[in-house]
């Protein structure tokens, strides 16, 4: 059997992914940029309302994958936006957590209806099973980087 037709799948498998994940963001980016949102913003927004607790901030910023500090910056733009608060963690009083504003609910309930046009636009002619297959082999993928991938200085895809 010839390898080679498998060797291109498997190349440009990373490729076509990330590729796909810069139009979605991009196509959200527009969609929502009458809100005043980023996918900076949007991110980490939609993570603290789509958590059932307040979330720590060390929390978000992993979920999200990005770092502590960079979080921080985000975090001072929506407090001042009115759009989440910051409270003290019960557990750790120098840990806080973070949770909506009824303004931020609100902008988030914008956000998921925005983003719900978007996906059905997209998904539109993609039935549920063929998700589904996606979405598992995707996630193997996911736990398998997240198990044996370490990523060196200079690995590149």
């Not at 309302?49 to 910023?61: G, I, T, V, Y």
């Not at 082999?137 to 990523?151: G, H, M, Q, Y």
């Amino acid at each position: 059997m010839d390898e080679t037709p498998k060797l291109n799948i498997r190349q440009l498998f990373g490729h076509r992914l990330g590729y796909a994940s810069r139009q979605w963001r991009r196509a959200v980016d527009e969609r929502l940029q009458p809100f005043g949102l980023t996918e900076a913003t949007w991110l980490p927004l939609l993570h603290v309302a789509r958590n059932k607790m307040p979330l720590r901030q060390k929390d978000l910023a992993e979920s999200v994958g990005i770092e502590c500090s960079t979080l921080v910056r985000l975090i001072d733009a929506l407090d001042q936006a009115g759009l989440i608060k910051r409270l003290p963690d019960d557990d750790d009083r120098r840990a806080r957590t973070l949770s909506l504003t009824p303004r931020g609910h609100m902008l988030v309930e914008e956000v998921e209806a925005a983003t719900a046009i978007i996906r059905q636009q997209i998904f539109a002619g993609i039935s549920d099973d063929e998700l589904a297959i996606a979405l598992n082999v995707i996630d193997r993928i996911c736990n398998r980087l997240n198990r044996t991938w370490k990523p060196e200085p200079g690995d590149a895809a």
